[in-house]
């Protein structure tokens, strides 16, 4: 189970968006679908991810196609914080972690 950060739902639904206007709506589809896949397989085996502690305490990051899925294992589930795309530099995107 994950959780799903306000920042990392909009990072979602923009990722969704961009693939929609540029690859058209079955990409869009298959793409976030395989993007909610990850997710969930993260959160069964969240050491997956490799420590990112140049981020902040706690983060751990997995890149996923073009994208970099950075989130903190709970007791239960884990909270994502972000999905960035691999170009983006991570350190101008986390604000108070």
């Known amino acids: 189970m ?6 990392a739902a909009e990072d979602f639904a923009g ?3 961009y693939t929609l206007l540029n690859f058209g709506d079955l990409q869009a589809d298959t793409y976030t679908d395989d993007l909610d896949r990850t997710l969930n397989l993260l959160s069964e085996s969240p050491l997956m991810g490799y420590e990112c502690s140049e981020i902040a305490t ?3 990051r997995h890149d996923h196609q073009k994208h ?5 294992q709970r007791e239960r ?11 983006m530099e991570p350190g101008r995107h986390f604000f108070g972690l």
């Open 2 to 7: 994950y959780k799903l950060s306000n920042l």
């Open 15 to 17: 990722i969704y968006e």
């Open 58 to 60: 706690n983060v751990r």
């Open 68 to 72: 970099a899925i950075f989130y903190r």
């Open 77 to 87: 589930d884990i909270f994502v914080i972000r999905i960035l795309h691999q170009q």
